[in-house]
Structures are given as structure tokens and as C-alpha cells.
């Protein structure tokens, strides 16, 4: 037999063997990873009636959820997870299992059989200040009851600020559990929100508040 | 950290989990690429928060993964050629499906066997070269030479692999 050409030669070594299942081979680093607690900030989607979420939490709590896009007011799920290691630790990974709990209690909002969440809130990503009293009084909000953006910015400390109080709604981290769906404008319009009006009107039905 | 931050991990599993299972199963064979993988990706995400820039992710993976599949061939014993590794690679290969104008197939699993069998080096920079299709800078990164080297490894790599079928 003639010596192999280098063409013949490097063609061969072009098709290389297979082998391997990428996604077990991912799963067993995803399991190590958060057995050897190296998950800093793990994520996983959610389905809802309004579309797809995104649930992300830390050890200490929900610290990102995401709303299904509308008309460009949503980031899209890469800007998320972007934004999460950058703000928060780059060791951000899929791991469902972590947020089973979130996921059933989203689950039970959205059949109207949980009126509160249990799960904790991580505030890394609401910077202090205004906004973050503003943000704290929406959690207080109960289920089923609506305040204005002028009443969260007096108890936030500036009964004036009734602008900032709407731009901090617009720019929670942790929409629906950080309720601010239950703000609404002083003349009585719903106003924003981040998932769309048709949702904010929607999530208040579901609640009975409207 | 510099203004260029590093993008979540999971992305460089999603981005570059093939090229690194692809080069793990042609060096140490299917039946540990998965392990040596895990390896390699749980190094990296216990390195990641202290690397100072988000370039070249792809080439500092493969670097992990070359270093890794040299620790787990040392770990093997100092049998150049761990009997199983090749047989297993040579048996992914007939088992693949090659296409029929592919005629040269045939005898791809004695070409990984052979492969295989070079030395660590020169079997990183040949299956970087052709098996991940990277370029010489590249090779060059993952293996921490210069370009020279990398070309100089894929060349006397070919020059032995050649030997063993003329």
C-alpha cells in the first residue's frame, strides 16, 4: 500500500471519533459543582400562564426573576444571567432542582391557591436608598389589596418622589414575589409594567383587587 | 475585575462543552472523557471568579482540558498506550456513522489507536489541529507555546502517525 498523503491523512483525522453524551457530561459537572457548593447563583425557567420566567436565587433568597419579554421592556434571558454574574458572581448555573420550591410555589400563585410566598428574597441586586425602601414597601403590599405610587413613595420617605416610586416598580429585580403589580397610578389607571398592562391588569383579577 | 466581566458560567458550557468533550474523547477515549470532563469544568469554575478577562475562554478550557487528560493518562500508569483508551477509541470510530464516499474510514480506529499512542504534546496539537479544527494561535494558547511549537507538535505528530501506516 502507498504512504498516506498528508491530504488523505489530515481528511482522516478530520473525522473524529465520537463519543461521549455532552449532556450527561454536563449534568455530572452541574452535580459536583453544587455538591462541592461552587453554584453561586443558580437559575432555572418557570412556565407561567403570562409565558416563560426566569428564577434565579442565591443562598440566601430569590435574587432575580425575569418576566416574559413584552414589546422590549423585558431583558432578554442572556441579558439576565449577564447581568446576574456580573452584579452578583460570574458562577451562575441551570440547576432546577435548586428551585423546585420557587417553582412550586409560583405554581400555586398562579392557580390562586397561595395568597404569600415562603421563599426568601435576596436584595443584592436593589441598590439601598429610595429605592430600595420603596421597593420594601411594595413587599408589604398584602395579596389582594393595591397602594399608589405616591403612597409607596411616602413610606418610602418622600412623598413627593412619586416618579422615582414608579421607576423603582419598573426596575424590581423580583417582580410577583416583590409585588409591584399591586401599585397603581392615583387617578386609578394601572399604569406599567414590566410584563405588559394586560398582565398587571390580569395578576390583580387573579388576586381579586380589581 | 476589569471592566470586560466574564459572562455566567454556564455559557462556557453551553459555547464550548462539544470542542472540549470532542478533544477528551479523541486523547483518553469515550469511556472517561465524561469524567475528565468534569474534571476539567470543575477546575475551571473553582479558577473562574480570579481570571482577570474574558478573552480567549475557549483556548483557557482546553488548556485545562489538556492538562487535565495528562494527569489522567500519569494516572493511568506509564503504559504509553492504556490498552482499553485505545480499543475504546478505535471502536467509537467503526461504530460512527462515516459517510460511504468516505473511503478512507475504514481504517480511522487504527489512526486513533495510533494516535492514541504519541506523545502527550503532539497528540494535544494534532487533535486540537484537525479533531476541533483550531488554528495554530489557538493551539498555541491552549497549550501554552508559541505558534511555532504548536505547528512544530501537529508536524512531527503527522510525521509519526504516517510512519505507522506507510
Given at each position: ?210 | ?6 459572562p455566567?458560567?454556564?455559557?462556557l458550557?453551553?459555547e464550548h ?37 474574558a478573552r480567549n475562554l475557549h483556548s483557557w478550557l ?105
Amino acid at each position: 500500500m502507498n504512504p498516506l498523503s498528508d491530504r488523505q491523512l489530515e481528511k482522516m483525522l478530520r473525522n473524529a471519533p465520537t463519543g461521549g453524551d455532552l449532556d450527561r457530561a454536563v449534568k455530572g459537572v452541574l452535580a459536583r459543582a453544587e455538591r462541592d457548593g461552587l453554584v453561586d447563583v443558580a437559575y432555572a425557567p418557570v412556565d407561567s400562564p403570562f409565558g416563560k420566567l426566569l428564577v434565579a436565587r442565591t443562598d440566601r433568597g430569590v435574587v432575580r426573576l425575569a418576566l416574559p419579554k413584552h414589546r422590549g421592556h423585558q431583558q432578554t434571558e442572556d441579558e439576565v444571567l449577564e447581568d446576574l454574574a456580573r452584579y452578583v458572581s460570574p458562577r451562575v448555573l441551570e440547576s432546577p432542582q435548586r428551585l423546585d420550591e420557587e417553582r412550586r410555589e409560583l405554581e400555586e400563585y398562579f392557580e390562586g391557591k397561595r395568597d404569600h410566598f415562603d421563599v426568601p428574597v435576596d436584595w443584592e441586586l436593589t441598590p439601598p436608598g429610595f429605592r430600595n425602601r420603596a421597593l420594601h414597601a411594595v413587599a408589604r403590599i398584602p395579596y389582594g389589596e393595591t397602594r399608589t405610587y405616591a403612597q409607596i413613595a411616602k413610606q418610602a420617605g418622600n412623598p413627593r418622589a412619586f416618579r422615582a416610586a414608579g421607576t423603582a416598580c419598573g426596575r424590581n429585580a423580583i417582580p410577583l414575589i416583590v409585588p409591584c403589580h399591586r401599585v397603581l397610578q392615583s387617578g386609578g389607571g394601572v399604569g406599567n409594567y414590566g410584563g405588559g398592562p394586560e398582565m398587571k391588569r390580569a395578576l390583580l383579577d387573579l388576586e381579586g383587587a380589581l | 475585575m476589569s471592566n470586560e466581566s466574564l459572562p455566567p458560567f454556564q455559557a462556557l458550557l453551553d459555547e464550548h462543552g462539544s470542542d472540549v468533550l470532542g478533544y477528551l474523547v479523541a486523547t483518553v477515549g469515550p469511556h472517561d472523557a465524561e469524567d475528565v470532563f468534569q474534571e476539567t469544568f470543575i477546575a475551571a469554575l473553582r479558577a473562574y471568579e480570579g481570571l482577570e478577562h474574558a478573552r480567549n475562554l475557549h483556548s483557557w478550557l482546553l488548556t485545562i482540558a489538556h492538562n487535565k487528560a495528562i494527569d489522567h493518562h500519569r494516572a493511568r500508569g506509564r503504559r504509553a498506550v492504556p490498552a482499553g483508551d485505545a480499543e475504546e477509541v478505535a471502536g467509537s470510530v467503526a461504530s460512527s456513522n462515516s459517510r460511504p464516499d468516505e473511503v478512507v474510514g475504514g481504517r480511522d480506529p487504527e489512526l486513533w489507536r495510533a494516535v492514541s499512542t504519541l506523545p502527550p504534546k503532539q497528540r494535544s496539537a494534532v487533535v486540537l489541529r484537525y479533531a476541533t479544527d483550531m488554528p495554530y494561535s489557538k493551539i498555541a494558547q491552549a497549550m501554552d507555546s508559541s505558534e511555532a511549537a504548536a505547528r512544530r507538535n501537529v508536524h512531527e505528530g503527522l510525521q509519526k502517525l504516517r510512519g505507522e501506516f506507510a
